[in-house]
């Protein structure tokens, strides 16, 4: 079965810092890879998503970037942490009409990161 | 442009009551409608999802969702709600199109009360 790992579970960092969160999932090949951020509780900004290696999308114009180096590995980061970078970090994997899936999503348990 | 709305913020409900989570969806052609649970400070959890067929679908943890085309929604139903239902319930569209990201609601907390 597929399974995805997210880490770290949380992050304290200084403004100014970089950041590295880290996803990979297993038990499947090619998948489609997310990154939203969570903001207070409430709704999902999707910020990058993936369809295959080296393959980024970006939603969203801001202070983070994302790779994909393997094909079940994403990554994201950003070289100078601000404030407003704040929130419950998710990745999620899909894969569109293989293994009896239609694109729902599975997220990992989230990276709260917290910016001083 | 497809897009989902979900027209409660906050639903409570007595515990043993029946709940409703309200969900309506706007997009082109027949859509796939997916709800999901988030508990606190965990990732979100597929509850179920309509693809065709049967307009009334089941998926975990007791829940069911009734898609229904004319009045383009897909309400979240569980005939009698547990204090352990409460949690923030998120519903979400796929265009017919596919391999695309998911459309979700802002979301609905959900409070059971004892």
């Known amino acids: 079965s597929q399974t995805i790992h997210q880490w770290p579970a949380t992050l304290v960092q200084p403004v100014g810092s970089p950041l590295s969160l880290e996803c990979t999932v297993e038990?499947?090949?090619?998948?489609?890879l997310y990154w939203y951020r969570q903001a207070a509780g409430r709704g999902l900004q999707l910020l990058f998503y993936s369809v295959g290696i080296g393959q980024i999308s970006s939603e969203v114009p801001q202070n983070l970037s994302a790779s994909r180096p393997q094909d079940r590995q994403f990554i994201l980061s950003s070289k100078k942490l601000l404030l407003s970078d704040s929130g419950f970090y998710l990745c999620?994997?899909?894969?569109?009409?293989?293994?009896?899936?239609?694109?729902?999503?599975?997220f990992g348990e989230g990276s709260r990161l917290t910016v001083l | 442009a497809q897009s989902v709305a979900q027209p409660e913020d906050q639903v409570n409900v007595a515990e043993g009551n029946p709940l409703t989570v309200k969900c309506t969806y706007s997009?082109?052609?027949?859509?796939?409608l997916f709800w999901y649970v988030q508990y606190p400070n965990r990732g979100l959890q597929f509850l179920l999802k309509?693809?065709?067929?049967?307009?009334l679908v089941n998926g975990s943890y007791g829940f069911e969702a009734e898609f229904n085309k004319s009045q383009t929604s897909f309400h979240l139903k569980k005939p009698s709600a547990l204090v352990s239902d409460s949690a923030l319930y998120f519903c979400a569209v796929l265009p017919p199109s596919g391999n695309t990201p998911l459309v979700f609601g802002k979301g609905t907390r959900l409070s059971v009360i004892a």
């Open positions: 038990g499947t090949s090619n998948p489609n």
């Open positions: 999620a994997w899909s894969v569109w009409l293989r293994e009896g899936l239609t694109g729902e999503l599975f």
């Open positions: 997009v082109s052609g027949n859509p796939y």
């Open positions: 309509y693809i065709t067929g049967d307009n």
